[in-house]
């Protein structure tokens, strides 16, 4: 198993940025990708952005593609989703997940931050 903890959520304005963590323990020797999801009130869970655990190549989504940067730190176990000019659109809370070797849906959540953008 894996354990996602994620941290750095808030209440910010419109054109401020926001630096989310995501701590990863357990089995991170097996992880392949892991990514961040955000949820909105009413809509549907999607990704932002993932990265390679080891490799370090990324992916970013439409939705915010531009506005930030993942990066990992493995020797922290840490990967990080750096997020600039916020709108208030990005409001959402935004989750952590490990995509582990072999499997096809990311099987580890973690309970998720709030990032609330006020206008």
């Known amino acids: 198993q894996v354990q996602l903890v994620e941290s750095g959520g808030g209440l910010v304005q419109a054109g401020d940025s926001l630096r989310l963590s995501c701590a990863a323990s357990?089995?991170?020797?097996?992880?392949?990708?892991l990514g961040w999801f955000r949820q909105a009130p009413g809509k549907e869970r999607t990704i932002v952005a993932s990265i390679r655990w080891s490799g370090g190549s990324t992916y970013y989504a439409d939705s915010m593609k531009g506005r930030v940067t993942i990066s990992r730190d493995n020797a922290k176990n840490t990967v990080y989703l750096q997020m600039n000019s916020l709108k208030p659109e990005d409001t959402a809370v935004y989750y952590c997940?490990?995509?582990?070797?072999?499997?096809?849906?990311?099987?580890?959540w973690g309970q998720g931050t709030q990032v609330t953008v006020s206008s």
């Open positions: 997940a490990a995509l582990m070797n072999f499997a096809r849906v990311y099987d580890y």
């Open positions: 357990g089995r991170t020797g097996s992880v392949y990708y």
